[in-house]
């Protein structure tokens, strides 16, 4: 079977790529970390309810992670297509449906965040709420945390073709390759755990282990990649 050609563009963009995913993805946990929900089930005290009165009370220290993460998107978009170019040809069949979950994630994911950090603060501030509690990120039935969960669940479908596209060539290719697996099969446990036990009213408990799992892996595979791409570059010299 006829493999692919590696270039040194490829392998400079994909290892770049894989480097700023870890580093991105990191930002963007951290700022998320410091927006402890004021309302919902992890909510620690003084918890807001419909119809989220006090959200500019939390302004603009709960969007900054959104900024950091549609950076890290733009980020994975570039990393996937690296990817794409540096599978071997009779593996491109998983690496392009890889990529478009990619793009599929990125625009639903960049569509949520901006809509969230353009439109909800401005409009509460001139006291256009109507709708609002239906868009804000602080209701757990919302809009914002259904896209989210979807745009979580197809990113690790990304993950899985994107392990299936990666070649069986050594140790640190199947270590990759399982951890890339591991999104999609924590999503479909924590969706059914939480469906039985909830039912509709799961609020955003999936939605933060999607996110968790998703971000872990993408910081994890970025440093693996990274080294894997190092190496090729070193061969190919």
């Not at 950090?117 to 109507?130: A, D, L, R």
């Not at 990666?166 to 890339?180: A, F, N």
Request: aromatic share 16%.
């Amino acid at each position: 079977m006829e493999t692919v050609k590696r270039n040194g563009s490829i392998l400079n963009v994909g290892f770049h790529s894989s480097w700023l995913l870890a580093v991105s993805t990191t930002l963007a946990f951290a700022l998320g970390m410091m927006a402890i929900p004021p309302a919902g089930p992890y909510c620690p005290a003084n918890c807001m309810s419909y119809p989220f009165p006090d959200i500019l009370q939390y302004f603009p220290r709960d969007y900054f992670w959104m900024y950091a993460s549609i950076i890290q998107l733009c980020v994975f978009i570039v990393f996937m297509v690296a990817n794409h170019f540096n599978t071997a040809v009779e593996k491109k069949i998983f690496s392009s449906i890889s990529l478009s979950f990619t793009i599929i994630t990125a625009t639903v994911l960049m569509v949520d965040y901006f809509v969230q950090f353009s439109v909800v603060p401005i409009s509460v501030m001139h006291g256009q709420t109507e709708g609002i509690p239906l868009l804000t990120q602080y209701n757990g039935h919302g809009v914002f945390i259904a896209l989210e969960e979807l745009g979580f669940t197809i990113m690790s479908l990304a993950f899985f073709f994107l392990a299936l596209s990666i070649s069986d060539q050594g140790r640190m290719d199947k270590v990759v390759r399982w951890i890339l697996f591991t999104p999609l099969l924590v999503n479909i446990v924590a969706f059914i755990v939480y469906s039985v036990q909830y039912g509709l009213y799961r609020d955003y408990r999936y939605e933060v282990v999607a996110i968790t799992i998703n971000w872990l892996v993408s910081i994890v595979a970025g440093v693996l990649l990274s080294i894997r791409y190092r190496r090729e570059k070193t061969i190919k010299k």
